[in-house]
């Protein structure tokens, strides 16, 4: 089966500070990992993806994650986060071969001025 | 143009009525979704359609149905709604082959 952990329900960081976003997975098959936004009362939005090849992968608005696999995680981070990065971001994974998606519980990040 | 549109964005409805959402993509994709997100923000799959085809479904009432007349519309209708079906509805749509979701807006159902 598979799994993902979230492990920070909430992150207040102050503007221009760096962030980053855990995310870790259990799985027994190979899986395709990403990040998802989401903005107050609107649907997700797609930061980043990682399907091969470097495991540092860069998304949009300045956002960055690392796959690694020995720890089985995908950690998301930005160096300096602006008040309109505020939102709720999700971990996925979608297994090799079949295009089904497992999302973690979310983690609010929180700017302050 | 908006690419995931659903409809209705708000709902509110009494225990027992029957409401449907429906939902249309113009991106061209072949898989379309259902996605329940409750009150703690947990986004859980309920149903997928390849071309028409029921591919993905969860443990979920019976209750629930969705209907897919072509690949472009994704509905779902509920019946006998329950205190418990409050949350917010998204659909979403994909390429098979691809590995990216397209989310709609998200349909807020509050059950009274």
């Known amino acids: 089966a598979q799994s993902v952990t979230q492990l920070d329900s909430q992150v207040p960081v102050f503007e221009e500070a760096p962030v980053e976003l855990r995310c870790n997975y259990s799985?027994?098959?190979?899986?395709?990992l990403f990040w998802y936004v989401q903005y107050p009362n609107q649907g997700l939005q797609l930061l980043l993806k990682?399907?091969?090849?470097?495991?540092l992968v860069k998304g949009i608005n300045g956002f960055e994650a690392e796959f690694n696999k020995s720890q089985t995680s995908f950690h998301l981070r930005k160096p300096s986060v602006h008040i309109s990065d505020t939102a709720e971001y999700f971990c996925?994974?979608?297994?090799?071969?079949?295009?089904?998606?497992?999302f973690g519980s979310g983690t609010k990040l929180n700017v302050k001025p | 143009d908006t690419a995931v549109s659903q409809t209705p964005k708000y709902l509110v409805t009494q225990m027992g009525n029957d409401k449907s959402i429906k939902c249309e993509q113009n991106?061209?994709?072949?898989?379309m979704y259902w996605y329940k997100q409750d009150s703690k923000k947990f986004l859980k799959i309920m149903f997928s359609?390849?071309?028409?085809?029921?591919?993905i479904n969860e443990t979920v009432p019976n209750r629930f149905s969705p209907k897919s007349p072509d690949k472009a519309h994704l509905n779902l209708h509920i019946n006998s709604l329950e205190l418990g079906d409050s949350a917010v509805y998204f659909c979403?749509?994909?390429?098979?082959?691809?590995?990216?979701?397209?989310f709609g807006e998200g349909s807020r159902l509050t059950v009274l």
């Open positions: 799985s027994s098959v190979s899986v395709y």
């Open positions: 359609y390849n071309n028409k085809e029921l591919i």
């Open positions: 979403a749509s994909s390429l098979r082959t691809a590995r990216e979701l397209f």
């Open positions: 990682y399907l091969s090849g470097s495991t």
């Open positions: 991106l061209g994709h072949d898989t």
């Open positions: 996925a994974v979608s297994l090799y071969n079949f295009n089904k998606f497992y």
